[in-house]
């Protein structure tokens, strides 16, 4: 389909936007809207689990990429099952819990690995919604956050996945840590003119890759926008340097 308004791309777009609707109805919508301005789209648990394979499916179909975030963590086995099925349905992207520890993050790259088209693995470090106090005093883990986080990303890279989800917060140092090669996907995402919602640690899409992202998942300053291409236009614009509207 032609989008009138389609803007000059940076020379990857590095935009992921977050499909967190509760339907097919709904998600279908804003991927007609954003293709191909946006061709990369997360599915999360709540559209997969509501809709399953066919939001895959009908994505992949039309040319899009498919992030599949439901933070796998299961026994080594159970994952490289979940992963070949994936693969199968032309997966592009999905998330893993990495304190489900090496045997599993290895099998996970081992499934990859066999998959017909490449197929990117990221970690899950500490949730977001875990703090220090959290960590330490009820999940009795008693390094610190941030070198915790650390520790977890190494571990992952090192068990063969291309790359982790980090906080704004946590971009600086993971990047300095895992080196360039690493993938750093990054949520909370906020445009100087857009609201905050729920997150509280947030930045710009201009400031999260200088900080060292290499992909941007960012969901409701585009899809609960009065005009959602407007605003994901705006973001590329943004990116590439154009300034003009
Ligand atoms: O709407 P918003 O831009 O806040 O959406 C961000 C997306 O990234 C959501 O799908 C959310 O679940 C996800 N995410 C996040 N923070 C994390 C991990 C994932 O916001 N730490």
């Known amino acids: 389909m032609e989008n009138q308004r389609q803007p000059k791309m940076p020379e990857e777009n590095p935009?992921?936007?977050?499909?967190?609707?509760?339907?097919w109805p709904a998600a279908r919508e804003l991927v007609d809207e954003l293709y191909p301005v946006v061709s990369f789209f997360k599915?999360?648990?709540?559209?997969?689990?509501?809709?399953?394979?066919?939001?895959?499916?009908?994505?992949?179909?039309?040319?899009?990429?498919?992030f599949l975030d439901l933070k796998y963590h299961d026994i080594p086995n159970t994952l490289k099952?979940?992963?070949?099925?994936?693969?199968?349905?032309?997966?592009?992207m999905l998330t893993i819990h990495i304190s489900g520890g090496t045997a599993m993050l290895e099998a996970a790259a081992h499934a990859a690995a066999l998959?017909?088209?490449?197929?990117?693995?990221?970690?899950?470090?500490?949730?977001?919604?875990?703090?220090?106090?959290?960590?330490?005093?009820e999940l009795r883990i008693k390094e610190g956050l941030e070198d915790y986080v650390?520790?977890?990303?190494?571990?992952?890279?090192?068990?063969?996945?291309?790359?982790?989800?980090?906080?704004?917060?946590?971009?600086?140092?993971?990047r300095q840590a895992l080196g360039k090669e690493a993938l750093i996907v990054t949520p909370g995402i906020r445009p100087s003119w857009g609201t905050r919602g729920?997150?509280?640690?947030?930045?710009?899409?201009?400031e999260a890759l200088a900080l060292g992202a290499s992909y941007l998942v960012i969901g409701r300053p585009i899809t609960a926008a009065s005009?959602?291409?407007?605003?994901?236009?705006?973001?590329l614009e943004e990116l590439s340097g154009h300034t003009e509207r």
């Open 43 to 66: 599915i999360g648990m709540e559209l997969f689990t509501a809709e399953g394979p066919r939001t895959i499916e009908a994505i992949k179909a039309i040319g899009g990429k498919v």
């Open 227 to 235: 005009d959602p291409l407007g605003a994901a236009t705006r973001i």
């Open 198 to 206: 729920d997150q509280r640690r947030v930045a710009s899409p201009q």
């Open 150 to 174: 650390v520790y977890l990303g190494k571990m992952a890279i090192e068990s063969g996945l291309q790359g982790i989800v980090a906080s704004p917060r946590e971009v600086k140092g993971l």
């Open 115 to 137: 998959a017909p088209n490449p197929m990117i693995l990221l970690g899950v470090t500490v949730l977001t919604s875990i703090d220090g106090d959290t960590l330490q005093n």
């Open 81 to 92: 099952g979940a992963i070949a099925a994936a693969a199968r349905l032309g997966v592009d």
């Open 15 to 23: 935009i992921i936007v977050a499909l967190d609707v509760p339907d």
